[in-house]
């Protein structure tokens, strides 16, 4: 654990990027590998027993496999020879079939693969929870009303559930995303040293098949060593999500700001606080979903550049994706991980709410007096008239209610009931309720299919 | 046209980018909504027919409403009040309804997803014509023995054929790709001001379902002025389709140099020529896939950055996606286009590929060698005797098959004959025909069901 | 000009990187070129000047040679192609001294770093423009209290002087860094064919000499087609000026929230209008700065990923130059002409600062009292004291000094006129004045040795 | 270490961005900071003392502190808490004045700079070696000939010495680059919680000054907490230097392919492998510099995106910077060691250079005949005469000399000694000799002006 990790990233899902479990990846495969050639007969069963119950990456030094791995250029080829080594130390004849017909990029992408499908499952979870705690919010305050904001200035009157709402929302296209990344980029890498198989003679199909089977893992059409779209594909979704994570960090800052005050992170013991000011309330969860949404796109964008890969192997395009992409899954996995902690504990102040809808004197309701008006006498007229009293209330710091109630024309439209209806936030709400709506009723819909999903 | 268009960019896509085409696109939006809310009987018939008939971009002056987007932040509330102005023209009653209950937001997105459908077709006939020249490399070159490429040294043999379907493997999953980001980002964008409507009363959804209806865009569950993930998907999708062109163009280039001249790009009068050099032959469709390989990836993570956008409309975030996408979309098409013309067209000399394979005296062979002993004599064993016997062929500057053939342990294990046929390329080729098989399989399988898909 | 040109860019800039600019750098080359090879003697006068004469963007068609470039692979072959046919036309002889010499590369470099020089002046002239409005800010409320935010939470007060006076340092930074850039950029490019200039035997030096003072710019120690550090430097300075012009943006449209209401972007007919809600007064020149500051960084990275150029010139790197940094440069000098323009029509509203100086009840003083009390009763003890009677005020609502008025402790070590000036914003300002006073003073000495500089 | 550190980091420049670097570098702003106060005598010199002496990374648990950084938001907090602790263990008095008047951001930016001036030194003397093993290469083979190449074409000749010498010219401009850097980036961050120090009230600058004196980093004229260009910029010039050796890894690695072998990285036991390919030697330095190259644009993009930081202190950008810049400054310097070896060690082949520029059959002379027969015929007559030539030459694969030699116009102008000589490519350099001379003569007169440069 360095001194930033529990800061920017989540255990759970830490652990599953770090070095043993990169080694214990490519061991896996190489497990795999010799049980699946001894199931097609093309090495002798008690070879690929001898192996795989080597392939335990606690069995190996991994200072001295880093240090020899700077001059291989890569760590899977002073993997694949300790484990030799130590296969031979128990067994001399099984020591020659280890890695039998596999090349480095076999091992080093096969482990990537199986390290991100154990990071889906925790990151599925920890989206359904912050889904649900987003879905508990829209529901909760449906009806709460809250200043919308556009350009960071207030527009309109919505409900803090319709907010909610458009988060959810979000985060289940993100789930949506998961199970089609899940079927294209969770695929088998097994092509020998140059996507032939040609070290396994007529036995390519075959081994490829078992050992497949043996992973669990679907075989792809043909070898991908060159090919990096479905690994740059994954950076991409992380990317995307951490975007969404992002803006629901910004907003949930925004609403913090001392001056708004309307929704708050949950706050704790040694949570937030300052080093010299005792009073204040860091949005700290927002602060680290920001910085990986900061941190995200230049990460996908190497993962984008790296796949100008040469001919059958690339040569610093390959190299550039070792570090990246488990760097940006750790990232984002955190960022999430935080951020439904924080949505699922956040305060919300309606009272708060209430009172900065009147900030503006009656302004941000100025469009629902244009339209009512604007029936009447047309969309432009009613702007004009509607933008003369907003300057005058403006100027004179009055209320645009009261200002309006001394104009005849609109006297002549609108009756002092009419003008007190206009300024009651709950009345001019639109559609808001029906949206809602639909996006709750989608994510509760959700979970009856859910079953047949999966792996 | 700018001086570089033609060649970065395909002017069939170009055209659907271009300003009357952005104006366009805002202008289509607010005919169906006037159509839509006539016939909702939001709006009089009347109205929508009037204003309908102004949807036109070239009736518009636009350079007078680019000076005014300046003052106003955003091409749609000018573009409004012109269109507004050429109706009231012709009918001062319909003036009132123009653009009723909408934002500017609403135009604009609606509009930019009316002009990236429209690109998708151009799109997918590309994809669909570099993927099918691609198959036929793949078809005519499965035997044609190359040597494979790693770390860009000869490593083993390969068939130019299996190199053709990995390329077009990639390509087609880059067609897989484009229904899913067609079902999830050709969505309508519509919420008036804030998200809700507000303006239509009780007619929002009845008014959005007719809009849909109008444009044939699906409704989302709920309006994404704030909410990105859509567009920068999009955007995600255009940078891996380059990713895969640029790895393609790269290994043409490469294949074209001077000293490996295995294929080429197709020659023409006025192309590829230097202005010194009479003799050169430049890639030069290469090189435009690989400039656009080189920009993609900055413009993707602007998309993705620009996701953190402010509450119900961001500052900053949303501005920067104007140029971003429709220029990443130009990018990628025209590196399509120009790409699809020089695989197409590629030239292929089988005989240099055949002499380049001899380069190594028999090195590339190698792995065959050590695989042959390594069955009897272990893979360790092999490797170090076939490493000890390439080491004396390298510094004696002589074949590895006349060293091995005076290496008395080896003679042991094969016959001069087994050793001829181990220096054969076609005799170390593994599993590359049946590799070749299922991507050709999978290509010729796609045109069946794709008649189901539509738009 | 382009519908989002005036939105987005300045035309005085602008129109240094158009069509007709690029085309005129490169036939500025071409005219220079002649002229220098005619005072060397390489090639006859009046050559030089039949080709000199001839080198005007307008005498050219554009399309024909744009099309030309998408077979050539660049625009600088058909120019030379045309250009030659048009000298011909008038001197038969003249012809075939177009170009001599020279490469493609050199005429489009030179001619890109010529576009670069004349953007130089006017970026300068806006950089003066922008720090001078803001040292009037600095000096104009030097004293005018307002809340200093860290994490978007009110912290202690500071002075708007000095918040503007950060803002001018770091913009005077950048002009520091444009001498550096101007002395290491602004370099001719000219090497012929490969970089030795072969083609002009042994005049290959004086004829760089000459070429280099026809054009005002320094000869480098080697050509440099294949090392772009140059133009990637550039790229960054202008990435290194929009994040601070986005920061600036960022404070001014946090100012301007509706909840905040300190600062506002100077208003005007038809700016930053909303076409829906008539009050809203939208930060457009904040919002143009930070999508350049979100725009930026992806193509600041493209210039550095561009660098990696094969050999004696690059294939797909050099072409992805082409667009990205005229862009890069449009946007960066479009946001500091906005900002320039927004901050000189600044307003200020000192009495909403001092309201919301009050909004934490106290709170913002926290700091004043823990430090007062710190220095007799230690910092943890002061801390602890302190942020027990801030969670007393903000659980009972009341105002922190009352609540510390009532503590025993706290009466021991402070008088109730102690108090009350530690609740004075004033009074807690440290060394604003002074870090103003040295950046005031830094900003005036700039204009003395400005002189000795240029060019 | 972790497993991929060897390989992409250098170990020298690694321990100065570890986890007890970091909680070092603000421990040696605490420990100065204390010492400038009691020098000032804002504390008591005990208490100063006793500060200091406990201001060792070692002393505190780091695991501790990581677990409490996720709550507080960053480690400063934390670790000014057991650092108060642990003095108050020795010296109860001198607890109260640890990390007086300061806030987290002052020790930790702080921290950072000292950090980053530690490494500046390792880096310019990696720089240095790079340096003068290129300027080795530049001299010893300033007149073999080799082939140049553009868009991987070969164009002419030029000699190796002169490549050399543009990667030499290249690298000592990110050496000039280094003191602008050191002297706007290496200064001192001490403003307090909002940049007034105001909790040190008069002694803000004096205490300023002393704690600069101290650390020997001179003060700013303002404190920088959201201004973020100095690290940006830092970013940015590692990012320049890191384009410059993935332009020169690029390079190698293209030379060093099976069918160029002009130039090889240095061979040794376990460096650069295969795992199944025991012929192969694997540019291992220059996919290292590569990969920096392919990772450094995204990084430097996140670093300037950062800068659009709130107000007095960021919001998400700050905490994106915390582990960015160290690991771009890691990469970068991990992929210049790496390549000063490899460069160190470059075994250049002469021979194959002067084959290879016999591939053409004469082809790659076509400009020296062409200039040659220009000088009477007149360039365009000169390029159809040569390049008809060409085409013959290559459609009938003769040497170009010998169809030349046919060809009666050509006879009349070149005589058949004429013509040999301009097929031998020492002829044909032009420049190349002077421009390597300046090469070298500039990078020789460093070394002397470089005594009075250093911190």
Not at 136 to 160: D, G, I
Not at 331 to 348: F, M, P, S, T, Y
Request: proline content about 5%; overall charge neutral; some cysteine.
């Amino acid at each position: 654990m360095s001194l930033l990790d529990p800061l920017f990233r989540w255990e759970i899902v830490d652990a599953l990027f770090d070095d043993r479990a990169r080694l214990q990846g490519m061991l896996d495969f190489e497990a795999a590998l010799a049980r699946a050639e001894a199931r097609t007969g093309v090495i002798p069963a008690a070879a690929a027993q001898a192996i795989a119950s080597n392939c335990r990456a606690d069995l190996f030094d991994h200072a001295e496999i880093a240090r020899a791995a700077a001059l291989a250029g890569n760590p899977a080829i002073p993997l694949v020879k300790h484990l030799t080594a130590l296969v031979g130390k128990h067994n001399a004849d099984a020591m020659r079939f280890v890695h039998w017909g596999a090349t480095s990029q076999d091992a080093m992408d096969t482990g990537c693969i199986l390290q991100l499908r154990a990071a889906l499952g925790p990151l599925d979870a920890e989206l359904a929870r912050l889904a649900d705690a987003l879905a508990t919010l829209a529901r909760k305050h449906r009806s709460t009303p809250v200043a919308a904001r556009t350009w960071l200035q207030q527009a309109l009157p919505t409900t803090f559930g319709l907010k909610a709402a458009g988060w959810l929302d979000a985060v289940n296209r993100h789930r949506d995303r998961l199970p089609e990344l899940r079927s294209r980029a969770l695929v088998l890498q097994f092509g020998g040293a140059v996507g032939t198989l040609a070290a396994l003679g007529n036995n390519g199909p075959a081994v490829a098949q078992a050992l497949g089977e043996e992973l669990k893992l679907p075989l792809p059409d043909v070898p991908w060593h060159g090919h990096r779209d479905r690994l740059a594909e994954v950076a991409a979704a992380f990317g995307l999500l951490t975007g969404t994570l992002g803006k629901i960090a910004r907003d949930i800052a925004l609403l913090m700001q001392t001056e708004v005050a309307e929704a708050f992170e949950p706050a704790g013991k040694g949570r937030g606080g300052s080093s010299t000011l005792p009073h204040k309330r860091n949005p700290v969860a927002s602060a680290i979903a920001l910085a990986a949404a900061t941190r995200l796109p230049g990460l996908v964008a190497t993962m984008l550049a790296a796949m100008v890969q040469e001919q059958e192997r690339g040569l610093g395009g390959w190299q550039a994706e070792w570090e990246t992409l488990p760097e940006l899954i750790r990232l984002a996995v955190g960022a999430l991980h935080h951020l439904a902690d924080a949505v699922a504990g956040l305060e919300i102040d309606p009272a708060k709410m209430a009172e900065n809808l009147e900030l503006t004197r009656g302004l941000i309701f100025s469009e629902a007096v244009q339209m009512a008006l604007g029936s009447t006498l047309g969309r432009l007229a009613a702007h004009d008239l509607v933008e003369a009293a907003t300057a005058r209330a403006r100027t004179e710091q009055r209320h645009l209610r009261d200002v309006l109630a001394e104009d005849p024309t609109i006297s002549k439209h609108l009756s002092s009931a009419d003008l007190e209806r206009l300024f009651d936030p709950v009345q001019y709400l639109g559609s808001a309720q029906a949206l809602i709506d639909r996006v709750l009723q989608a994510h509760t819909s959700r979970r009856l299919p859910a079953a047949g999903k999966s792996e």
